[in-house]
């Protein structure tokens, strides 16, 4: 018998593929265009695979590039991390839903501070008014997480927070609360977002983004000598996705961003294997499984690639992304919410396929209000069902060989390097935000996207196709969660007895050293945690660092 | 000739999320108007100088932080206090059924939500424009 060449047989397969879309009147002009431009066939082969080398290219999980994940086994015997994050009015009632979060199954304690806080901004500060406690946590003081850790099991859990500017604050708070708690901030396990460059997206960019930069690094480069189990920066792409981008723009400025981050802590003399396997990622998934799932396969192989290559990393713990992935907050959609539990669960099928170490979820009443108990158990129970009950973790990445998802891969990889070049012929990420290229181009791509909705073309259900005719008003049924006002006063009162109670001296002490190494080139984390047990305000330190390096000024970009 | 609508889109607050606000704005511009959009993290004053200075017809406002009630109420106030009587005022965002009539009687001429469709809004403001 003759044995045929791959080549032969490839050629073989696509005369076939050919022969069966004349037979069967497939019509090449009507494939779908996936973001990214990506045209979708109606049926994939081996030969659209041509060259793709399964060793190095595929290979197995837990070994470089990571196409298949950063572990053997991955989640095979035990479930993934479940991460939901909360928070709101004062430390009093966060903890509360913490601890019903714990009581539920979830070891991860993870806080959304609230929008005077993101913005440095402290509780009786004027602009502060009408946010304080409203959408998350209120911090104004080291005394707002001795109360909120107080009695938590943190020796057995993670806490993590969604902060992207002034996680160095946060973070210097936390530490110096531990201390006074009798735990040991050196043994921390957790992540904080700390990436000021994607808080451009959210709109919570205080300092100027080479400020916000030198800031981020300092927690990365004092969290990598004293506090070795902690994840000091994670990439927030969900921003640049709520912020409208589509798949291949999220990874590919998410890179650019983790490219100067990483070139930042290489010129102060940090070695990449030092700190390489510290850097982690918040992805989005969003709706469409299949695409999702191919890009957190193509993100975990061009992540090894680049350190390998570009940055010379050598140990496989450096080359292998490890990432969190949240069902994209902007498929919730307002008409008959209770569909989104269906919705959000397709984006946490997709972070499962893809291989994600954590998910936090959103709720399906998100559009109307913060979750309540109920709809943050929904969440919770969502993602447990995942990980539990449906055997998708039994193998690990399932989806391999799957003709379509590798080319999709192959794809979406190929496509995020050419838009990452883009990035660095500005001369990198900085440059690239600052002149609003990244801006405009995501919001060319969103405005087309809303555009098809508008038109019908793309459908949402309940919105633009099946709607209802007498739908109940979902502000008559649901029970929406209501800022209590006696939270935003205890805070408020806290914050004033703080701030009388301290020795001046010592605090007008610390923000004057603060302000000196801002000044200059040292390291800022002791001085910031100084200013924290001086018990100067998350407002007083953030004055401070806005002073030295000058505030951000939002693009107008429309 | 009639000269185009001016608008001004503004973000009031701290809530940064201005997708909304964007996809309006630039809507808006597709239908003829001329929008000029404020950028993120106005106060009351910011928006109402902007107001004057762009001698804008019609005021959009987006909202998604929950906190309209405290901040349109600033906002409507600074209007009377400069003699604004002649600008459509339109707050868009997360506005809970409650607050609608509070809105209202501050003086806000319309309230959107999350998917309206947006010739609903063009309509209104051609309907509607005080001048």
């Known amino acids: 018998m003759k044995k045929t060449t791959e080549r032969e047989s490839i050629q073989r397969i696509r005369e076939e593929e050919e022969r069966w879309s004349k037979e069967n009147r497939i019509d090449k002009s009507a494939n779908y265009s996936i973001a990214g431009n990506i045209e979708i066939k109606a049926v994939y082969t081996p030969g659209d695979l041509q060259g793709t080398d399964f060793l190095s290219q595929i290979g197995f999980p837990g070994e470089y590039p990571y196409t298949r994940g950063p572990y053997p086994e991955m989640y095979r015997h035990r479930p993934w991390q479940y991460s939901l994050f909360s928070g709101f009015g004062s430390a009093e009632d966060t903890q509360k839903r913490w601890k019903f979060l714990w009581d539920t199954g979830q070891r991860a304690f993870s806080v959304l501070p609230d929008l005077p806080t993101h913005m440095g901004l402290d509780s009786d500060h004027p602009r502060a008014e009408d946010e304080v406690g409203r959408l998350g946590l209120a911090i104004d003081t080291v005394e707002d997480f001795e109360i909120l850790f107080s009695g938590l099991p943190l020796k057995e859990a993670s806490f993590s927070c969604n902060e992207e500017t002034l996680a160095a604050v946060i973070f210097a708070f936390v530490w110096v609360a531990m201390e006074n708690l009798g735990m040991d901030p050196r043994k921390l396990r957790g992540a904080i977002s700390n990436d000021p460059l994607a808080a451009v997206h959210k709109g919570t960019t205080v300092l100027n983004l080479e400020g916000g930069v030198r800031l981020a690094v300092d927690l990365i480069e004092f969290c990598v000598r004293n506090a070795p189990r902690y994840y000091p920066i994670n990439l927030k792409a969900v ?125 399906y009443d998100e559009v109307y209000s913060i979750p309540t108990e109920k709809s943050h158990s929904l969440a919770l129970g969502t993602v447990q069902i995942l990980a539990e009950e449906t055997n998708i973790t039994r193998t690990v990445d399932p989806l391999a060989g799957s003709y379509y998802v590798e080319y999709l891969t192959n794809e979406i990889e190929k496509r995020v390097v050419e838009e990452i070049k883009k990035v660095e012929e500005f001369g990198g990420a900085i440059k690239a935000l600052e002149s609003g290229y990244i801006s405009k181009t995501i919001l060319s791509w969103f405005l087309e996207d809303q555009r098809a909705i508008q038109t019908g073309e793309k459908v949402v259900v309940r919105r633009n196709k099946y709607r209802l005719k007498n739908g109940e008003n979902p502000w008559d049924y649901l029970q929406v969660h209501e800022l209590d006002s006696k939270a935003v006063e205890r805070q408020i009162k806290r914050l004033k007895e703080v701030r009388r109670m301290r020795d001046t001296q010592k605090w007008s002490e610390a923000l004057r050293n603060l302000r000196r190494a801002a000044e200059g080139s040292e390291n800022m984390m002791p001085f910031i945690i100084e200013a924290a047990r001086a018990r100067a305000s998350f407002g007083e330190i953030t004055g401070v660092l806005k002073e030295v390096f000058g505030e951000y000024h939002d693009l107008k970009v429309i | 000739m009639r000269k185009r609508i001016r608008v001004v889109m503004a973000k009031l607050g701290l809530d940064g999320h201005d997708l909304g606000a964007k996809m309006i704005a630039s809507f808006l511009r597709d239908s003829g108007m001329e929008v000029i959009y404020t950028g993120r993290h106005q106060t009351p004053d910011q928006v109402v100088a902007a107001v004057i200075q762009e001698g804008a017809d019609v005021l959009g406002v987006s909202i998604l932080s929950g906190a309209h009630l405290g901040l349109v109420k600033k906002l409507m106030n600074k209007m009377k206090d400069k003699e604004i009587n002649d600008c459509l005022v339109i707050v868009g965002g997360l506005i809970p059924k409650v607050d609608r009539p509070v809105l209202k009687k501050m003086g806000v001429h319309a309230i959107f939500s999350g998917g309206t469709d947006i010739e609903d809004v063009v309509t209104f403001i051609t309907e509607n424009i005080q001048r």
């Not at chain 1, 996705?241 to 400025?253: H, K, L, M, S, T």
């Not at chain 1, 695409?291 to 090894?304: H, I, P, V």
């Open chain 1, 239 to 363: 921003n640049l996705r709520e912020g409208g981008a589509n798949p291949i723009q999220e990874v590919a400025y998410t890179f650019s961003n983790a490219i100067c981050y990483i070139e930042r802590a290489l010129e102060r003399g940090m070695d990449i294997d030092d700190f390489a396997s510290k850097l982690s990622i918040f992805f989005a998934s969003n709706i469409e499984i299949l695409e999702e799932a191919a890009k957190f396969r193509a993100a975990r192989r061009l992540w090894a690639k680049m350190m390998k290559e570009r940055f010379g990393a050598k140990t496989p713990k450096s080359c292998s992304l490890r990432f969190t992935a949240e069902a994209n907050p902007n498929n919730m959609q307002a008409e008959e919410p209770e569909l989104n539990l269906v919705r959000a669960a397709c984006g946490a099928i997709a972070s499962a396929l893809g291989g994600a170490q954590g998910t936090p979820h959103p709720c």
